[in-house]
């Protein structure tokens, strides 16, 4: 019998200044979320983001720190590289010990399915989302909302 052995998710910056490892049992689902602050902060169409065990994850080379208060009142904090700014990962104040990874910083990122979408009243009205990938109109009300998407995904 051989132990399972955990998965490494590795990614870093644009200029490579920043690198990052986490290791995993399973690779943390990916979800999009199309509210206007990710249009916003990720200059794009929506934010792509990997929930992690912040101990988890390491993170080697200068980063810089951002704040910004989101709209459920959470103080978030941006780290990204002092470089060239790519952003890395927010944590925020209501929800400690978790790093949201923005999953377009991983190596391999081209392997990357949304599992679920969140926010779809406010998408960019192109963006068409498969009709067996679960998609919450708003944010997800409460932790047990989250958690049922995230369960979802694990069956
Ligand atoms: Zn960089
Ligand atoms: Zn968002």
Redesign the pocket.
Known sequence: MTEPTDETLAGG??????RYAVSLRRRPPVYACHCTDCQTRTGSAFGLQMAVPEARLVVTGETVEGTHVQPSGAMARIVA?T??L?RIYTTNDQRPGIANLRAGTLDDSASIVPAFHVWVSSRQPWIVIPDDVPAVDRQPADADEWASLFARIAR
């Open positions: 910056c644009l200029c490579g200044a920043v590289c470089r060239c790519t």
